[in-house]
């Protein structure tokens, strides 16, 4: 059978919504179910990865178990392709790469897949969907997927919202992180640290710095956001003295002063021992002076 008969034999051009649904749940879908009858075995060296596909790593442990499967059943769920721009005889994956690896590593030949008819804009959307509803992309792939989306194509954060079925806060979160350098995002997609630890980085006058002392010291989120306002009400070495302070004490302690601190908007040291001890308020101006005084003074109404 020719590449083109193949082709139109498997195109349904029912859009994207059709295409959504394929990858949307972990099993065939009701369309695939009703063309699994048409599925063509591509021989897999005709195939390769799409260079728009989100995900760059993927979990050896994971292949192998899917390796393992492979091999005692066979691909169970077909692939999606496209033909290769320019090269007729030739796909891209769509969707469905770690099967299309775990193929490869049990020795299979072929693979049973189907081609679609798609752009890059849906490539990359289908990409996006398929790796975040099965969890796959790590917070940095996810944040640079969403940044290709909205610089190469056009989306806010509004319509990605929608497509992804994620929430408006969560796309701009994640975005957060393409405002980490090259070093910070490489602790966060090895999983030095939490994309979490790093966007409370984000609030010091050097992330990288913060970043560092974080996976250092194994630092909690909350420790990493005292840090941060330390760093950039304090400056300088006065601020990473404080802050190293309060690393050594235990984790209680350290949401106290954050606590503390949320609701004075002033910098909180808390020195505890078994004979007593002392709270420390710094303030930079008389204003914030008077702020705090007025507050200790108020009368319970």
Avoid at 95 to 109: P, Q, T
Avoid at 177 to 183: E, I, R
Avoid at 194 to 204: D, E, K, Q, T, V
Avoid at 292 to 299: D, K, M, Q, V
Wanted: net charge positive.
């Amino acid at each position: 059978m020719s590449p083109d008969s193949r082709q139109k034999q498997s195109r349904l051009g029912k859009g994207l919504s059709a295409l959504i649904g394929e990858v949307e749940g972990a099993g065939l879908s009701t369309m695939a179910v009703e063309t699994a009858a048409k599925m063509v075995e591509y021989n897999i060296g005709d195939i390769k990865p799409n260079p728009l596909q989100p995900r760059r790593s993927f979990d050896e442990q994971d292949l192998e178990e899917l390796k393992a499967s492979i091999s005692e059943h066979g691909v169970l769920q077909p692939i999606m392709l496209r033909l290769e721009p320019g090269s007729p005889d030739r796909y891209q994956i769509v969707a469905g790469e770690r099967r299309w690896r775990a193929a490869k590593m049990a020795g299979l030949k072929t693979i049973p897949a189907w081609v679609r008819d798609v752009d890059e804009l849906q490539i990359l959307e289908l990409g996006i969907i398929e790796n975040v509803q099965r969890t796959d992309l790590n917070p940095i792939e996810e944040a640079e997927a969403y940044g290709a989306l909205m610089k190469r194509f056009g989306r806010t954060q509004d319509s990605l919202a929608q497509k992804i079925g994620k929430s408006r806060v969560h796309i701009a979160n994640t975005l957060r992180l393409l405002n980490l350098s090259d070093t910070a995002r490489d602790h966060v997609r090895h999983g030095r640290i939490s994309a979490g630890h790093a966007r409370a980085a984000l609030g010091a006058p050097d992330p990288d710095l913060l970043i560092e002392r974080a996976i250092a010291q194994k630092l909690s989120v909350r420790a990493v956001e005292t840090q941060a306002k330390l760093l950039r009400d304090d400056g300088g070495h006065n601020a990473v003295a404080n802050a190293d302070k309060s690393t050594k004490k235990d984790v209680d302690t350290q949401a106290l002063q954050a606590d503390l601190a949320r609701v004075l908007g002033l910098s909180v040291d808390i020195a505890h021992s078994k004979s007593g001890g002392q709270i420390k308020i710094k303030y930079r101006n008389l204003e914030q002076l008077d702020d705090l005084c007025r507050r200790l003074t108020a009368r319970p109404s």
